[in-house]
């Protein structure tokens, strides 16, 4: 008969914040203290930033920090944080290579650094360490101490060494790697309690792209995969990878309208909260307006509205939308709408899916706009999945009881239309916008192909676009072919602009 033992209860361990919100979310709150983590990434991945990041926040909660440097001098190091406007008051820094230690007359000692200096480096660290009992501590970098212990059996006790005299002294400690060695220095990864990769790549248009990656953190539960980070003036800005069924509500279920009473007909009352449309069509054809004209809709009944803005200037959609009836400017000025013009290449996913979290959690956007898709894997190749990380921001977006439209360019104007990407199986609704040639002019169309949520007209309208805005025509009963650009007359059906021509005729 077997025995079953009790679960043993769950043990919370207290944790370090590194100092940076975006880390601390991966982490699950944090490093837990007393152990040595390693932090690995190519020169330039920002790693110093992130020590600096972790001993200025101990610095803010009270605690000793010590930053242990190689690699750097105190005036580098010093630069480094003015670039960013920090003081590193309250930080120790120690640099166990100083001016005496570079002077011809320990020359000798520099030509037989496994004999001599790395037993006077860790000796340096622990002297330090003695001295000012901190509480974090950060070592610039393992690549000095790889170099000067030459066999990678003295370097592995080395660092174990120390590992041991910091988890006595209950340090929270950093180690910096660059990488610098011909391979990967894999063992140092069984001796560190954590791993965090920090990499950086370079495409062939645009700034590098940042990734961080924890390889391994034991004892705690933490957020795996690549997150999408930045480095610029005033720190690493990390972007948690989204994860949608983390963020579900009871989201209200309700239909909510278009600002146009045709359009309404057809989509089977208008657009469902919690819902992503897809507007899809050839270049001009009236996308972007139809989107406007149902971001003004939820203006007026005074919801808040986030608009990306891939494809052209701030100034030129104000002034177009103005132009046809749609006056979304004072919106602007007042903050209910916030359109956000976003410059090709210069924007990664994962930092685009936090605008938009900031958009729905913080300024309570209920309607969000994506103009467009194609100009969104355009200003992003580098990044990975890009699909699928649309596919997790929609998902977010519908649990969270968002109106999403996206608007999708397509190639050509009339007959054998393409689309460079296949949205459909994203989109709950699709509304499908076509040219067609009849009477000797270029006319607009518009049908509802799709609805998961609604029972949807199964016709095609003539549209066109206005000093009024949208208007939307008769179904084109009388037209054969419509969808595929050349449409056959089968009848008397007017048309939208049959009754301007009739005006002319009178004048």
């Not at 001098?73 to 590193?88: N, Q």
């Not at 950086?200 to 940042?210: F, K, N, S």
């Not at 998961?452 to 000093?467: A, K, P, V």
Request: charged share 25%; with cysteine; aromatic share 6%.
């Amino acid at each position: 008969m077997k025995r079953h033992t009790p679960n043993a209860p769950l043990i919370t361990q207290e944790r370090a914040s590194t100092g940076i919100a975006g880390l601390d979310d991966v982490l699950g709150g944090g490093l837990p203290v007393k152990h040595v983590y390693l932090v690995e990434g190519d020169p330039g991945a920002g790693k110093t930033t992130l020590g600096l990041h972790f001993l200025r926040e101990g610095a803010l909660k009270g605690e000793r920090g010590l930053y242990v440097t190689l690699s750097e001098t105190e005036t580098e190091l010093r630069t480094v944080a003015g670039s960013h406007g920090w003081s590193l008051d309250g930080i120790e820094l120690f640099e166990l290579v100083s001016e005496e230690g570079l002077s011809p007359e320990l020359e000798q000692s520099i030509l037989h650094p496994a004999q001599i200096e790395l037993g006077e480096t860790v000796q340096g660290v622990i002297a330090a360490v003695e001295k000012l009992r901190p509480q974090r501590v950060v070592f610039d970098s393992l690549s000095e101490m790889r170099l000067l212990a030459q066999d990678p059996l003295r370097y592995r006790r080395q660092v174990l060494a120390l590992k041991r005299f910091f988890s006595d002294r209950g340090c929270t400690v950093l180690l910096l790697d660059d990488r610098s060695s011909s391979s990967t220095d894999v063992q140092l990864h069984s001796i560190a309690h954590g791993v965090i990769n920090l990499e950086q790549a370079i495409d062939q248009y645009g700034p590098g792209r940042r990734r961080l990656h924890v390889m391994k953190m034991r004892g705690i539960k933490f957020r795996g995969g690549e997150h999408d980070y930045v480095l610029d003036t005033g720190g690493l800005s990390v972007f948690p990878r989204l994860v949608a069924s983390e963020h579900r509500l009871q989201a209200e279920t309700r239909i909510v309208s278009t600002g146009v009473a045709k359009l309404d007909e057809m989509l089977g009352g208008g657009l469902a909260c919690g819902t992503n449309t897809l507007f899809s069509g050839p270049s001009g054809v009236g996308k972007t307006t139809s989107a406007v004209a149902c971001v003004l809709a939820a203006l007026q009944r005074g919801e808040k509205a986030s608009y990306y803005l891939f494809d052209e200037g701030l100034s030129t959609l104000v002034i177009r939308a103005k132009a046809l009836g749609l006056d979304i400017e004072p919106y602007i000025t007042s903050g209910q709408l916030r359109v956000v013009p976003l410059d090709p290449a210069e924007v990664s996913a994962g930092e685009f899916a936090h605008m938009v979290r900031h958009a729905v959690e913080d300024d309570e956007s209920s309607v969000v706009v994506l103009d467009s898709i194609n100009a969104y894997l355009q200003a992003m190749p580098g990044s990975k999945y890009l699909l699928l990380q649309m596919h997790e921001l929609l998902t977010y977006l519908n649990h969270r009881g968002v109106v999403t439209i996206l608007i999708l360019g397509q190639h050509g104007v009339l007959g054998d239309v393409r689309s460079e990407v296949d949205m459909s199986y994203l989109s709950d609704a699709i509304l499908l916008f076509r040219y067609f040639e009849a009477r000797g002019k270029l006319l607009k169309a518009v049908s509802v192909v799709k609805s998961r949520t609604t029972h949807h007209e199964q016709t095609i309208r003539e549209f066109r676009l206005g000093r009024r805005g949208l208007e939307y025509g008769h179904e084109l009963t009388d037209f054969e072919g419509v969808l595929t650009g050349v449409a056959a007359y089968r009848g008397s059906l007017p048309l939208l602009g049959d009754s301007d021509a009739d005006a002319r005729g009178t004048r």
